[in-house]
């Protein structure tokens, strides 16, 4: 029933930034909340950062924090990952993700998937 498109992603040096973008159809958007996922080749899906219904939570994964920032839009339905400090190691598939839960680090929580943006950080 949710519609998410993901945007923004490309290749960028190691230490620069991007900007990711997730794109939600519907009127129900701040009944969610939405995750960011990635997944490398021949890697497991793994969980990246998190917002709760209001914005007024967010998680992140060891991994990404203090690096990443995750927000969102209700207005224009549209969740945000604001990356800096870019590492090879961050070079993967993104996705964005809802669920009407709490379980934010949880993929299979996770009823509705966008079909991903593709990361490249060269070094």
């Known amino acids: 029933q949710v519609q998410l498109v993901e945007s923004g992603g490309g290749l960028v040096q190691a230490g620069g930034s991007l900007r990711l973008s997730c794109a939600a159809s519907?009127?129900?958007?701040?009944?969610?909340?939405m995750g960011w996922f990635r997944q490398a080749p021949g890697k497991e899906r793994e969980f990246v950062a998190a917002i709760s219904w209001r914005g007024g939570f967010t998680y992140y994964a060891d991994s990404v924090k203090g690096r990443f920032t995750i927000s969102r839009d209700n207005a224009k339905n549209t969740v945000y990952l604001q990356m800096n400090s870019l590492k090879p190691e961050d070079t993967a598939v993104y996705y964005c993700a809802a669920q009407r839960g709490t379980y934010y680090y949880t993929a299979s929580e996770y009823a509705y998937w966008g079909q991903g943006t593709q990361v490249t950080v060269s070094s």
């Open positions: 519907g009127r129900t958007f701040s009944t969610y909340a």
